[in-house]
């Protein structure tokens, strides 16, 4: 098979084994999943779920954080780690929401990436949950899932978003980084990726030999 070949396979297969395809942070609004998002840097997803509850009840929209006293934020959050600089990103995403975008998060990658704190990641995953456009979210999962199958050499985020735009489907695109990081979590792990029960196993580069 081609790359572009194995691709599709690849994507056919992971939607037959992950029929749901979505973000496993729990969010109501866009501006939530925006603040959820940053809040998951260097953390997992299970962890910002415990404490956003808190936060959310405490500061639900835009308005109210931008408001919110630095040292309540801190205190919030505490236990995502790099609390401090996060805080300071999530009163400022909420100010320039206001300033700048009139409480609005942008559906677009350039206006979304000046927001503080904000990087192509966490765009990427806005403009693909929220606004249902192509996007491809290179978190340390969907890199190695990536790398593993053969699909790109490298773990450059910026190089694998633009590589992995040529090969997927548009229409496919932001589902498939949801279910890749589901399938990195359960089968192809960072520590070792199970091959002997693996459902990409003939569309896959790695084939259980370390590279």
């Not at 690849?10 to 940053?38: D, G, H, N, W």
């Not at 929209?61 to 006293?69: H, I, K, V």
């Not at 790398?147 to 985020?157: E, H, I, M, T």
């Amino acid at each position: 098979m081609t790359k572009k070949q194995r691709v599709l396979a690849v994507v056919e297969l992971l939607k037959q084994k992950y029929p749901e395809a979505k973000c496993s942070l729990e969010y109501k609004t866009p501006f939530q999943l925006l603040i959820a998002t940053r809040l998951s840097a260097q953390c997992t997803d299970a962890r910002v779920n415990i404490v956003t509850p808190a936060l959310f009840d405490a500061y639900p929209t835009a308005e109210s954080l931008a408001a919110a006293p630095l040292e309540r934020v801190e205190d919030l959050i505490k236990t995502c780690g790099l609390y401090k600089t996060k805080a300071k990103d999530l009163i400022g995403i909420a100010q320039m929401l206001i300033t700048d975008f009139g409480g609005i998060v942008p559906d677009n990658i350039e206006d979304l990436t000046r927001l503080p704190g904000v990087g192509r990641k966490t765009a990427n995953l806005i403009c693909g949950d929220i606004y249902g456009k192509p996007a491809v979210v290179t978190d340390t999962h969907f890199i190695r899932i990536c790398n593993r199958l053969g699909f790109v050499k490298g773990d450059n985020p910026l190089y694998v978003e633009k590589e992995m735009r040529k090969l997927l489907p548009e229409n496919e695109s932001s589902d498939f980084c949801h279910r890749a990081v589901l399938f990195g979590r359960d089968t192809c792990t960072a520590r070792k990726p199970y091959c002997e029960e693996c459902i990409l196993r003939e569309a896959c580069a790695f084939k259980g030999v370390k590279k």
